[in-house]
């Protein structure tokens, strides 16, 4: 029975992800894309015709399962998305190799924004439009939408949503968690009607403000040109474009906190804090390193001081939050100026937000257990507690944070000597994994531009897909199944 459940609710999240293609299928109807008109078609009606006698089958079947039920499931829905998302690349032989279409799918759901296509400008419209939707289906999480839309999930929705959203501590801004994640839904819709708005009155065309908004909001980076934010040459997009990658790394119910004036919990809240003032001080390092090396971060040279600020946040804001947009050729800034950017490369922006990485609490985490382990060498009988929000923090957050991040570092590690051994130099590699299970994809050194994985094996790309997935998805939800006590 708790197989058969679990199937229908594995097609019924699929289905409402391959739904979505209606609005690329529809923009291919209307500018006569032919072969975009069969690939979405194919791929609709296959799993419509698939999904509509399993769920007649499996209609009766009651709806609730454990955590461990909700991990697999989770996980099996991203893998099946993933899939049945690359098929409009790979059926329009846009994309000629299964490998490719499915790395190019994973990067949109996961919000990575990597990428295997080197002229993206030839590409139809319609696909264009289909791998910024992936990021925007992506960012806010698949399985958070259905919670939203599906309240039959019941007593199940939570551990849907635990097993999908990022950070250590999964927070509830309502009592019910349907009603949470259809509150979270509607800030993430306004802030991208807002966004495209934004960005048509700064000069973009229509379609190309909404597939920027898309991939800002979700964190992703993925652009409808082959040189992404740069090619506007506008500085009122791109302080637009950093505002809501800022406000897209923030942790969405702390957002929602400060739409209800809760001023105090917002004021007094570590992670906040902690990702505020790591915006500044990296901006203003990158922005004072290009400055004085003359080029104010662009290219060809201008020793503008706004032009360096201007890039210094850009910059921060877009590895920070792992959107990955670029502006300028950033390797010909000053060394100090790319550390930096290889730094924010393993922290990444606030929990419960659509961006990737570490998060920052589990830094703030990890900065303040290490004070306390130095408070424990001048007084070794004292007793200490890390402090999180102006609260005491619970000592099994230390633990798991611990845990995760040794965890983040080894697969990173182990990644990197894979791709070494593929003939990458080792700083390419490590820069190479540390973007993809960050979900960040601008890149450093050779990894500059997000197209440069077109030229890696097949087999790196299976490799690198799954540690997007599992980057997405914090790691364990990915890993749990390795485990014989899961299995037991």
């Known amino acids: 029975m708790k197989r058969r459940a679990m199937l229908r609710l594995l097609v019924l999240l699929v289905s409402l992800t391959v739904l979505a293609m209606a609005l690329p299928l529809a923009i291919a109807l209307a500018l006569k894309e032919n072969a975009m008109v069969k690939a979405f078609g194919i791929t609709m009606g296959a799993v419509f015709a698939a999904a509509?006698?399993?769920?007649?089958?499996?209609?009766?079947?009651?709806?609730?399962?454990?955590?461990?039920?909700?991990?697999?499931?989770?996980?099996?829905?991203?893998?099946?998305?993933?899939?049945?998302?690359?098929?409009?690349?790979?059926?329009?032989?846009?994309?000629?190799?299964?490998?490719?279409?499915?790395?190019?799918?994973?990067?949109?759901?996961?919000?990575?924004?990597?990428?295997?296509?080197?002229?993206?400008?030839?590409?139809?419209?319609?696909?264009?439009?289909?791998?910024?939707?992936?990021?925007?289906?992506?960012?806010?999480?698949?399985?958070?939408?259905?919670?939203?839309?599906?309240?039959?999930?019941?007593?199940?929705?939570?551990?849907?949503?635990?097993?999908?959203?990022?950070?250590?501590?999964?927070?509830?801004?309502?009592?019910?968690?349907?009603?949470?994640?259809?509150?979270?839904?509607?800030?993430?819709?306004?802030?991208?009607?807002?966004?495209?708005?934004?960005?048509?009155?700064?000069?973009?065309?229509?379609?190309?403000?909404?597939?920027?908004?898309?991939?800002?909001?979700?964190?992703?980076?993925?652009?409808?040109?082959?040189?992404?934010?740069?090619?506007?040459?506008?500085?009122?997009?791109?302080?637009?474009?950093?505002?809501?990658?800022?406000?897209?790394?923030?942790?969405?119910?702390?957002?929602?906190?400060?739409?209800?004036?809760?001023?105090?919990?917002?004021?007094?809240?570590?992670?906040?804090?902690?990702?505020?003032?790591?915006?500044?001080?990296?901006?203003?390092?990158?922005a004072l390193s290009t400055a004085t090396a003359g080029n104010g971060g662009t290219d060809p040279p201008a020793s503008a001081l706004p032009a360096a600020i201007r890039h210094g946040f850009f910059y921060t804001a877009s590895v920070l939050t792992t959107t990955g947009f670029s502006v300028a050729s950033h390797n010909l800034w000053p060394a100090l100026a790319q550390g930096v950017l290889f730094v924010l490369l393993f922290i990444g922006g606030c929990s419960g937000s659509t961006a990737g990485g570490i998060k920052v609490v589990r830094h703030v985490v990890l900065v303040k257990q290490m004070q306390n382990e130095m408070r424990k060498v001048i007084y070794p009988r004292g007793v200490f507690s890390i402090r999180l929000n102006n609260k005491v923090g619970r000592r099994d957050v230390v633990y798991g944070v611990s845990g995760f991040v040794a965890l983040y570092f080894i697969i990173t590690g182990l990644c990197s000597l894979v791709l070494a051994g593929a003939g990458l130099d080792f700083y390419s590699a490590l820069n190479a994994s540390a973007s993809s299970i960050g979900n960040v994809g601008l890149g450093l050194g050779h990894l500059e531009s997000a197209a440069v994985f077109h030229a890696f094996p097949a087999y790196i790309k299976w490799i690198l897909s799954f540690v997007m997935i599992a980057g997405r998805l914090e790691l364990w939800t990915a890993l749990v199944f390795l485990s014989k006590a899961y299995w037991r």
């Open 52 to 286: 509509v006698p399993v769920l007649a089958a499996t209609r009766k079947q009651p709806l609730r399962f454990t955590a461990s039920d909700g991990f697999l499931l989770v996980f099996l829905t991203w893998v099946a998305a993933c899939f049945l998302g690359a098929l409009p690349y790979y059926l329009s032989r846009h994309i000629l190799r299964m490998a490719d279409a499915v790395y190019e799918s994973v990067s949109g759901f996961t919000t990575t924004g990597s990428s295997i296509i080197t002229d993206l400008e030839l590409m139809p419209r319609s696909l264009i439009f289909w791998r910024a939707e992936t990021h925007w289906l992506g960012g806010m999480g698949m399985v958070v939408l259905t919670v939203a839309l599906l309240p039959l999930l019941g007593v199940g929705g939570f551990q849907l949503v635990k097993a999908e959203t990022t950070g250590p501590d999964k927070d509830r801004i309502t009592p019910k968690i349907t009603e949470t994640a259809k509150l979270l839904w509607l800030m993430y819709i306004i802030l991208t009607a807002v966004e495209a708005l934004l960005l048509r009155l700064a000069g973009m065309s229509l379609f190309d403000a909404v597939i920027h908004a898309f991939s800002t909001i979700a964190t992703g980076g993925f652009s409808s040109r082959n040189e992404s934010i740069a090619y506007y040459q506008s500085p009122l997009i791109e302080w637009i474009i950093t505002v809501f990658m800022i406000i897209a790394g923030c942790n969405f119910s702390l957002l929602y906190r400060l739409f209800r004036r809760k001023f105090r919990e917002v004021y007094y809240n570590s992670e906040a804090r902690a990702y505020a003032l790591i915006i500044v001080i990296a901006a203003a390092i990158i």
